[in-house]
């Protein structure tokens, strides 16, 4: 099939170079303009877009994809299908109407719950304890599309949101190639969602990152996992921000220090600290200007007093 690839990021190079190595389908690009990254702020492209020049596909860069006459540059071609994964603009209609079948989406969630964005992470946040990949033809209305596969993946209670989003985007790429096969050959069954069993999150609120440590060590713990290893969770330490991006919660019983107080290290281990309800132990971080590290290791050049305690920037 001729297939119209929306995508931008590391996740959505990878799902791309699953297509392409079927060797059945002729591909072309959609992906995000270069921008600045890193403390530099030089300017690189997108994975997508090198992984696309590698392998020596056509790719379009629309500054905005609304813009006039982006339509009408590809409007002349027949597109069997359009497939998105982590693009990150919202499409309009008659681009998603442009290939003959329509245009499908790779979602990670198991829908109709978890619709929006960041659903993995937001799957941690809440302590599921599994989410999956849904593939879905693209509506309108954000995330409602006609269900063709899905998949449930477990989460395991190690997992943060790397190591899920590994698993997610293995299982969802896997279950795409299946989806686009079925579409393919006239096969696939269109599954409508059930709107009363809708959930939505939208983008993580910048309010979420730092740690309330009036919370519970569980509720701490599902948001480092959520957040690590990036964007992170974060708290200050001695004035300095501190990204705190493994913990456990500590399993003797009721903790005595007050809220983001730290007691005497557990040797060999991490930081205890306390919270609203229980405690935690900090055992990976990011110190401001640091990369990451165990807490075992920053304490050696970093003497913490028992004592000490953990604070709210505001």
């Not at 591909?27 to 921008?35: G, N, P, Q, R, S």
């Not at 379009?60 to 409007?75: A, R, V």
């Amino acid at each position: 099939m001729k297939i119209l690839f929306y995508g931008t990021a590391e996740t959505s190079a990878r799902v791309l170079k699953k297509l392409f190595d079927t060797g059945k389908h002729e591909l072309e690009v959609i992906t995000a303009c270069d921008k600045p990254r890193g403390r530099g702020q030089k300017v690189n492209c997108c994975e997508v877009k090198g992984l696309a020049e590698l392998l020596g596909l056509k790719y379009y860069q629309p500054e905005n994809i609304k813009e006039p006459g982006f339509y009408e540059k590809l409007s002349g071609k027949a597109y069997d299908l359009g497939v998105v994964a982590a693009y990150g603009q919202i499409i309009s209609e008659k681009l998603l109407k442009l290939p003959a079948a329509g245009t499908i989406n790779l979602h990670f969630s198991l829908l109709p719950g978890y619709r929006g964005a960041a659903p993995y992470n937001w799957a941690l946040i809440n302590g599921e304890k599994s989410t999956g990949v849904t593939v879905m033809f693209v509506e309108k209305k954000l995330d409602s599309g006609d269900i063709v596969l899905q998949k449930e993946v477990p989460i395991a209670p190690e997992d943060n949101s790397g190591t899920l989003l590994e698993k997610l985007t293995e299982a969802g790429s896997g279950l795409l190639l299946e989806a686009v096969e079925l579409i393919g050959q006239k096969k696939a069954v269109r599954i409508k969602q059930n709107e009363t069993q809708a959930t939505y999150f939208g983008k993580l609120p910048d309010s979420i990152f730092e740690i309330d440590w009036q919370k519970s060590a569980l509720e701490i713990n599902y948001l480092v996992r959520g957040l690590a290893p990036e964007p992170g969770a974060f708290s200050t330490l001695n004035g300095k921000l501190v990204k705190i991006l493994k913990t456990s919660i500590l399993s003797h019983g009721d903790f005595s220090g007050k809220p983001g107080e730290i007691k005497e290290i557990v040797k060999g281990r991490g930081l205890p600290v306390g919270t609203g309800k229980g405690g935690l132990l900090i055992e990976r971080i990011k110190p401001e200007g640091k990369k990451e590290m165990s807490v075992i290791d920053y304490i050696r050049g970093n003497p913490i007093l028992p004592g000490t305690v953990f604070e709210r920037s505001k």
